[in-house]
């Protein structure tokens, strides 16, 4: 068994909406997510993917993603990113899954999952330059500072050995430092910070390694080639 994560994989075996368009590592990028998913993925591991997994705007038009993701090995856990537009309530996503025969896909929503003793938690985050100005985005932002909470506190109820937080959203970028997010991290005992978003030109500007405690890992998908990353066995 084995712990894997990747971000922003950008699917769109459903709609006419593909990456490839930008060149560079996204040439070609859907053969490569295969490619090096069954290179190193077996059906006892899994992987946690940090948002923007579908182009879709609604089930119907997700639904090719999520048959290409369920024939994949593994366990797959998904969080919400920016792009996600088929999200919905999770009875419903769950409904969807089960209507198209998908077993091995699961959401990080207001909840946490555990691989082995170390908790897998999480949620999307909010956009690192928005200074909400706007009461909109602060509502916005506050309600994912309570599923942050909800999360890591559905965690300490089985004392976990170790705690790693996925978002999609950096909460560390540049010299910005969303210092909420981090506070949350920091009360409960987050080890580690897995986040995605970040794409060409700002790639520049992410921050990884050790800071404020955490260990902090960009894996977007243009960013680690498309091949998951592992974080434990």
Avoid at 91 to 104: P, S, T, W, Y
Avoid at 179 to 202: A, K, N, P, T
Wanted: with cysteine.
């Amino acid at each position: 068994m084995a712990l894997y994560t990747i971000a922003d994989l950008h699917l769109s075996h459903g709609v006419e909406k593909p990456m490839d368009i930008f060149g560079g590592r996204w040439q070609g990028y859907m053969d490569k997510i295969e490619k090096n998913w069954l290179a190193v993925v077996q059906p006892g591991d899994t992987v946690v993917i940090g948002g923007d997994i579908s182009w879709g705007i609604d089930f119907a038009e997700a639904r090719e993603d999520f048959l290409f993701l369920g024939g994949l090995p593994g366990r797959k856990i998904i969080l919400k990113g920016n792009h996600d537009l088929w999200w919905n309530t999770v009875r419903k996503m769950n409904a969807f899954l089960a209507e198209n025969g998908i077993e091995n896909v699961e959401f990080l929503f207001n909840n946490c999952f555990f691989y082995g003793n170390t908790a897998l938690c999480g949620t999307r985050g909010w956009f690192f330059e928005e200074d909400f100005k706007e009461s909109h985005d602060e509502k916005i932002f506050r309600r994912e500072l309570l599923r942050l909470e909800t999360s890591l506190k559905a965690a300490q109820q089985q004392t976990p050995a170790e705690t790693i937080c996925f978002l999609h959203y950096p909460p560390i970028y540049a010299n910005f430092r969303c210092d909420e997010i981090i506070g949350l991290m920091q009360g409960y005992g987050v080890s580690r910070c897995v986040y995605g978003h970040l794409h060409s030109d700002s790639l520049r500007y992410a921050v990884e390694g050790r800071h404020c405690g955490i260990e902090f890992t960009l894996v977007s998908g243009d960013h680690v080639d498309f091949a998951p990353v592992l974080l434990k066995k």
